[in-house]
C-alpha cells in the first residue's frame, strides 16, 4: 500500500499546482496544434488558421449526441427507483478499500456496456458510496474516490461502445474498400480482449484501495454533498385545469418510453444486433420515460441534468478545430506515418497503441480519431502482413488509455460528483501508468504470436 501511496503523491502535487482547468487546456492545445502545423507539417499560418476554422462545426453532430448521453442518463440516474437502487450499493462496502474498489468496478462494467453509462455511473455510485459511508462513520478520500469512478473509464473501448469497432463493422464504411468489414466478434469480442479486460479492470481495482493517502490528509465528501437532493416532483400539480392534469399523468410517459423501446428492439430484430450511440440515447431516454413520476418530473430531471452539458457544449467545437486542422495541414499524417516508419509486423500495434494515445490528447472523440489515424494504419498493416482487428484495438486501446490524463471527459463526471478536475487526475496518472504496461504488453504479446 505504501508504494502506490508514494507513486500517487507527486503527481497528485503535479496536478494540482500545474494542471489547467480544461477550458485552458484546449486553448493550449489549439496554440500548440498551430504551431506543430507551422513548424512541423510546413503549413503556412493562413491554411492552418483556415483548417482550423473550417473544422470547427465538424463534430456539431456528435456534440449533440453528446449532450444528449448526458442529459437523458443523468435523468435516469436521479429517478426514484435507480436512486434507491443506488442508495442500496453505497451501504454495500463495510471498509475504504472496499468502497474505493466498488466504485471501480460498477465505473468499469458501466463503461464495458457503454462509455457514457460508465461515466455516469461511476459519478453517482461515488457519490452515493460517500454518502452512505460517513452517515456510518467510514472515511474516504473523496477524490480519490472520485478518481477510482473516472479510472473505470479506462476499458470502455473494450466494451460494446466501442467506436473504432462498430464503425469497421459496419458496412460502407469509408475504409471498406482496403479492409473490407471486420465483424465485431474479430474486435471486441474477441478472448484476447475479454481477457485483456479483465486483467485491467482486475488492476485498477486493486490499486485505487492502495492510493488512499494517510489518514491526516484525507478529504472528506462535502457537507453540503450529504443533504438529501429534494427530488422533483409533480405533487403540486394541481388538479383544476386539464393542462396541469395532463402535466402529471405517467401514463403519457409510460406510452412514449414503451414507443422507444419498441422501435429499439424492432431495430435490433430486423437488422439483428448492433450498437451505436443513437440506440445507447434511446435506451437512456425510454428507461427515464419508464421511471418518472410524470411528464413534469422527467422534464424537471432534464433541467436538474442541464449543469453537465455547458462544458461540453463550449469546449467540443474547439477540439473540432483541432481535428481539422491536423488532417487539413497533414500534422496528423506525420505523427503517424513515423509511427509506422519505426514498426515491424510485431510491433505495429504496440506503435498505433502510443500513436492513437498521442493523438487523443489532441482529438478525444474515438470516432474523430479513428478517421485520422486509421487510413494511414490499414495500409502499414497491409504491407506488413498485420490482420486489421489488431489495428483496431490498437487504436482503441490507445484512444482510452490517455484519457487518464486528457481532462475532457472527467467534465460530466465532475458536474455530479461536486469536485474540480485538479483533486482527481493526480491519481488516474498512476491508472494511465500501470495500463500503459497492460495495453501495450498485451499488443506486443499478440504482435509475437501469442
Known sequence: MRFFQLLARPFVAFVERYYPDPFVFVVLLSLLTFLLSVLLADASPELALTAWGDGLPGLLAFTTQICITLLTAHALAHTDKVQDLLRRIGNIPNNPAGAYALVVFSAGIGSLIAW????????????????????????????????????????????????????????????????????????VFTLHNGVLALITLATITVICPLMRPPEQELVEIDPALLKEQTQATAAAVSRKTLGRRLDGMRPLTLILGAGLLGYIGYSLYTKGFHLNLNLVNWSFLAAGLLLARSPLHYVQLINNASSTIGPVLIQYPFYAGILGMMQGTGLASIISDWFTSIASAQSLGFFAFLSAGLVNLFIPSGGGQWAVQGPIFIEAAQNLGVEPSIIVLAVAYGDQWTNMIQPFWTIPLLAIAGLHMRQIMGYTFVIFLVTMFLFGGGLLLWGAGW
Open 116 to 187: 457514457s453509462l460508465g461515466l455516469i455511473v461511476g459519478a453517482t455510485v461515488a457519490k452515493e458510496v460517500a454518502k452512505q459511508c460517513a452517515k456510518r462513520g467510514i472515511r474516504l478520500h473523496y477524490p480519490l474516490l472520485v478518481a477510482s469512478a473516472y479510472a473505470g473509464f479506462v476499458i470502455w473501448h473494450m466494451g460494446y461502445s466501442s467506436s473504432a469497432g462498430l464503425f469497421v463493422a459496419t458496412a460502407g464504411h469509408s475504409l471498406e474498400a482496403e479492409m473490407g468489414i471486420v465483424p465485431i466478434t474479430e474486435t
